[in-house]
């Protein structure tokens, strides 16, 4: 495909002509494929693709904290790491699309979780009970 006629299919998809495509856009253009992505995972991958600042198909840990921070979570290092390690199965100090985009939403589902046990606060306490419930959300 040379550069015109990839000027031109994105122009096609760039349908409020800002020369970006944002989530909507790239669904649709997904779809036309016969691919079809709900919002958030179409958001996650263009957050993906703004984060691979070399452009490997892959994100480091540094590209993936950043990409973390910008989107508002605060982890500490240990919890990052834990983070890290759980959705590099790996090993290899790397992450692939999917596993970046499963890592954003289980922190999107346990953030949602918290907030709902947190009145506001940056504490929770939770029974036996509540705990099972909130992990029973959070998976």
Not at 100 to 118: E, G, P
Request: proline letters at 1%; one cysteine or more; glycine letters at 6%.
């Amino acid at each position: 495909m040379g550069d015109a006629e990839l000027r031109q299919w994105f122009q096609a998809v760039d349908q409020d002509g800002s020369n970006a495509i944002d989530a909507a856009e790239l669904q649709k253009a997904l779809a036309l494929g016969n691919l079809h992505f709900s919002l958030a995972v179409c958001a996650h991958m263009i957050r993906f693709f703004k984060a691979d600042t070399s452009r490997k198909g892959k994100l480091s840990k540094q590209e993936i904290s950043g990409c973390l921070q910008q989107q508002g979570y605060t982890l500490d290092t240990p919890a990052f790491e834990a983070m890290f390690r759980a959705y590099n199965p790996e090993r290899n100090g790397v992450m692939d699309l999917t596993c970046f985009i499963a890592m954003m939403i289980f922190l999107q589902s346990a953030n949602a979780t918290f907030q709902a046990f947190s009145q506001g606060q940056n504490r929770i306490s939770l029974d036996y009970n509540q705990f099972i419930y909130a992990c029973g959300n959070v998976v």
